[in-house]
């Protein structure tokens, strides 16, 4: 791995000249003039009559996805401009442009879906069955069974163009709100005004007055933008309740269900157990309030640091120990994360103006993946950085595929990424040069499960009972933060003394488009991610090769049906994922052996 490490990364080899790339320009003109052919030949299209008519609709299946991974290109190159600069104004009218387009795309798409959906199944069953489109019959059906479920194509494609002012519109609204938010802060170099993706690094600082003082400003800074974050989540669910009535659907989670391809049997009986396993959580997080000197947590503390190892661990320090544990597992994953690291796909670099939260991103035209974050050198910092490496080792192991099947659930992918933390987590407890060092360690692991079995609950059952009360009409800020608190205090099992109760304002997940419920998939990840890291420890060397075919399949299988192909697992029923919280539970069990002495 070369040195230094750049701190930001190189976005000039997608497209040079950022928001006023002439090569982006460019690329922008070509893409809108083929959705405009793309929109022709699907007005000329009709449903086939027999094998042979088939064939016309070729062309059409080409372009589909020719632009659709033009469109991601696109939409991602803007996201990073926006990401690494909120006041960056080019990349805001072009985010606008892009999702425009989009809109025009799947208003194309949705109309083809009608071509799919008056076709015979007796001529549907021969045409999945020639050999140019038998690997996109997955897909081809998904959408064709999902398109016989929704209102007319005309009034989708409707709903599709009103969205880029209304219900995108409020996103992006949202994003606006965020890059005005600004909290002062006073340290050795003085007084400062911080962005949220400064402060939210902040709330887990060591130092327990920094904490309570960061928190409760955040907390005041989200109440100050309250209305208007309340004003977008509400017409943000306004919008999808009215789409669900037009389309029949009465259960809100329709749609996140099937955007991750799993049933609510399967989601059902992973909470169970989740909540099963509470009580050793509950335990950790009591034992944890005494090793703090404290009765009992606040919300800012479950991510306060234990032990002496507060150290910050620098960038390129990480990077290579992240290489090193990834080795141990697979070359393969390791040789990838050395050349997103080699090739500057990754921004860390702490500095205002940056949008809060990290992500990973993929380039399906350049077959490239860019990772964004704040890195101060937190263990929550490498914990992150591994995740998003994560995930662009699932996109690189599909590149070779259809783009059609490169299409993976959020539930999958968060798999991949988890995965790669727990390789991180796990093999440096192991390898801790002393008890100190080794409880820090694991109590950072157990953090994780502290987010995905409680802090993720606590958003599901929010959002949930937000929609549900959204139903009766707008509610408002207070009300929101009445259902927040509520929600976090069931999910942790009433253990802390003081929630956050604007945590629906300050989180960007509750205010994304793609995805509805953009927070159970990360506990369904993480938690077979765990199981499967538990079948990798009783197998060795030879998962490496099941888990990547495993991953290249997620995008033409559900979940139930890619774990019984390269598992032999059940998700229906606990087994699989009461294993999963067996690790779990152990590292908290000798977490609470090893600090008996101390509390």
């Given at each position: 791995?070369?040195?230094?490490?750049?701190?930001?990364?190189?976005?000039?080899?997608?497209?040079?000249?950022?928001?006023?790339?002439?090569?982006?320009?460019?690329?922008?003109?070509?893409?809108?003039?083929?959705?405009?052919?793309?929109?022709?030949?699907?007005?000329?299209?009709?449903?086939?009559?027999?094998?042979?008519?088939?064939?016309?609709?070729?062309?059409?299946?080409?372009?589909?996805?020719?632009?659709?991974?033009?469109?991601?290109?696109?939409?991602?190159?803007?996201?990073?401009?926006?990401?690494?600069?909120?006041?960056?104004?080019?990349?805001?009218?072009?985010?606008?442009?892009?999702?425009?387009?989009?809109?025009?795309?799947?208003?194309?798409?949705?109309?083809?879906?009608?071509?799919?959906?008056?076709?015979?199944?007796?001529?549907?069953?021969?045409?999945?069955?020639?050999?140019?489109?038998?690997?996109?019959?997955?897909?081809?059906?998904?959408?064709?069974?999902?398109?016989?479920?929704?209102?007319?194509?005309?009034?989708?494609?409707?709903?599709?163009?009103?969205?880029?002012?209304?219900?995108?519109?409020?996103?992006?609204?949202?994003?606006?709100?965020?890059?005005?938010?600004?909290?002062?802060?006073?340290?050795?170099?003085?007084?400062?005004?911080?962005?949220?993706?400064?402060?939210?690094?902040?709330?887990?600082?060591?130092?327990?007055?920094?904490?309570?003082?960061?928190?409760?400003?955040?907390?005041?800074?989200?109440?100050?933008?309250?209305?208007?974050?309340?004003?977008?989540?509400?017409?943000?669910?306004?919008?999808?309740?009215?789409?669900?009535?037009?389309?029949?659907?009465?259960?809100?989670?329709?749609?996140?269900?099937?955007?991750?391809?799993?049933?609510?049997?399967?989601?059902?009986?992973?909470?169970?157990?989740?909540?099963?396993?509470?009580?050793?959580?509950?335990?950790?997080?009591?034992?944890?309030?005494?090793?703090?000197?404290?009765?009992?947590?606040?919300?800012?503390?479950?991510?306060?640091?234990?032990?002496?190892?507060?150290?910050?661990?620098?960038?390129?320090?990480?990077?290579?120990?992240?290489?090193?544990?990834?080795?141990?597992?697979?070359?393969?994953?390791?040789?990838?994360?050395?050349?997103?690291?080699?090739?500057?796909?990754?921004?860390?670099?702490?500095?205002?103006?940056?949008?809060?939260?990290?992500?990973?991103?993929?380039?399906?035209?350049?077959?490239?993946?860019?990772?964004?974050?704040?890195?101060?050198g937190t263990p929550s910092n490498v914990s992150t950085l591994a995740h998003e490496l994560g995930h662009a080792y699932h996109s690189y192991l599909l590149d070779d595929l259809p783009l059609f099947n490169q299409n993976y659930a959020m539930n999958v992918a968060e798999t991949a990424s988890t995965f790669a933390e727990v390789i991180v987590s796990d093999a440096q407890v192991k390898a801790a040069g002393n008890d100190e060092e080794k409880l820090a360690l694991l109590e950072a692991k157990i953090q994780n499960s502290v987010a995905?079995?409680?802090?993720?609950?606590?958003?599901?059952?929010?959002?949930?009972?937000?929609?549900?009360?959204?139903?009766?009409?707008?509610?408002?800020?207070?009300?929101?933060?009445?259902?927040?608190?509520?929600?976090?205090?069931?999910?942790?099992?009433?253990?802390?003394?003081?929630?956050?109760?604007?945590?629906?304002?300050?989180?960007?997940?509750?205010?994304?488009?793609?995805?509805?419920?953009?927070?159970?998939?990360?506990?369904?990840?993480?938690?077979?991610?765990?199981?499967?890291?538990?079948?990798?420890?009783?197998?060795?060397?030879?998962?490496?090769?099941?888990?990547?075919?495993?991953?290249?399949?997620?995008?033409?299988?559900?979940?139930?049906?890619?774990?019984?192909?390269?598992?032999?697992?059940?998700?229906?029923?606990?087994?699989?994922?009461?294993?999963?919280?067996?690790?779990?539970?152990?590292?908290?069990?000798?977490?609470?052996?090893?600090?008996?002495?101390?509390?």
């Amino acid at each position: 791995m070369k040195q230094p490490l750049s701190l930001t990364w190189e976005l000039e080899t997608i497209f040079p000249g950022g928001s006023s790339s002439p090569e982006f320009a460019d690329f922008l003109a070509t893409l809108e003039a083929d959705i405009k052919t793309l929109g022709q030949h699907v007005k000329e299209a009709v449903s086939p009559t027999d094998l042979l008519s088939t064939k016309g609709l070729d062309i059409v299946i080409e372009l589909l996805q020719s632009c659709s991974g033009r469109l991601v290109q696109a939409s991602e190159f803007v996201g990073c401009l926006g990401a690494q600069n909120q006041q960056d104004k080019g990349a805001i009218r072009l985010s606008g442009k892009v999702t425009g387009m989009r809109a025009g795309y799947e208003g194309i798409g949705s109309q083809f879906d009608n071509v799919l959906r008056q076709t015979s199944d007796e001529v549907w069953a021969a045409w999945m069955l020639r050999p140019e489109i038998a690997p996109l019959a997955f897909v081809l059906s998904e959408s064709r069974d999902l398109a016989r479920e929704k209102m007319s194509p005309e009034l989708e494609s409707l709903a599709l163009e009103l969205a880029v002012d209304g219900y995108h519109g409020w996103s992006e609204h949202y994003e606006t709100i965020v890059s005005s938010i600004k909290i002062p802060f006073e340290d050795q170099d003085g007084s400062k005004l911080l962005s949220a993706g400064q402060a939210f690094n902040k709330l887990d600082d060591p130092d327990p007055k920094v904490r309570e003082v960061i928190f409760h400003k955040w907390e005041e800074a989200w109440s100050g933008a309250a209305d208007y974050c309340a004003d977008a989540l509400n017409h943000l669910g306004g919008f999808r309740l009215k789409l669900y009535k037009g389309r029949g659907w009465e259960d809100v989670l329709k749609e996140p269900l099937n955007i991750n391809r799993m049933s609510h049997d399967t989601l059902n009986v992973m909470w169970d157990v989740i909540t099963n396993s509470k009580p050793a959580l509950v335990a950790y997080l009591e034992r944890k309030a005494k090793l703090l000197g404290l009765e009992s947590l606040a919300w800012n503390d479950v991510d306060a640091p234990i032990g002496k190892s507060t150290a910050k661990i620098p960038y390129e320090a990480a990077a290579k120990d992240i290489v090193t544990q990834f080795r141990k597992f697979s070359p393969k994953l390791a040789e990838f994360a050395e050349h997103a690291f080699d090739n500057n796909w990754i921004e860390v670099e702490d500095r205002s103006g940056k949008r809060p939260g990290g992500f990973c991103v993929s380039f399906p035209e350049s077959k490239e993946s860019r990772i964004f974050m704040t890195y101060s050198g937190t263990p929550s910092n490498v914990s992150t950085l591994a995740h998003e490496l994560g995930h662009a080792y699932h996109s690189y192991l599909l590149d070779d595929l259809p783009l059609f099947n490169q299409n993976y659930a959020m539930n999958v992918a968060e798999t991949a990424s988890t995965f790669a933390e727990v390789i991180v987590s796990d093999a440096q407890v192991k390898a801790a040069g002393n008890d100190e060092e080794k409880l820090a360690l694991l109590e950072a692991k157990i953090q994780n499960s502290v987010a995905f079995f409680m802090n993720i609950h606590a958003r599901f059952l929010f959002e949930t009972r937000f929609y549900e009360k959204r139903k009766e009409g707008l509610v408002n800020a207070e009300e929101l933060s009445a259902l927040m608190e509520e929600a976090q205090k069931e999910a942790f099992c009433g253990v802390l003394s003081e929630y956050h109760p604007h945590f629906w304002a300050s989180k960007l997940h509750f205010y994304i488009t793609d995805v509805p419920f953009y927070n159970f998939p990360y506990t369904v990840g993480y938690m077979f991610s765990t199981g499967l890291y538990r079948l990798a420890l009783q197998e060795g060397a030879t998962f490496a090769d099941k888990y990547d075919n495993l991953l290249r399949d997620t995008g033409v299988m559900t979940l139930e049906d890619l774990v019984a192909k390269h598992l032999d697992v059940d998700l229906k029923k606990p087994d699989f994922w009461q294993g999963a919280t067996e690790l779990i539970v152990a590292d908290i069990t000798e977490f609470l052996e090893m600090t008996k002495h101390l509390a």
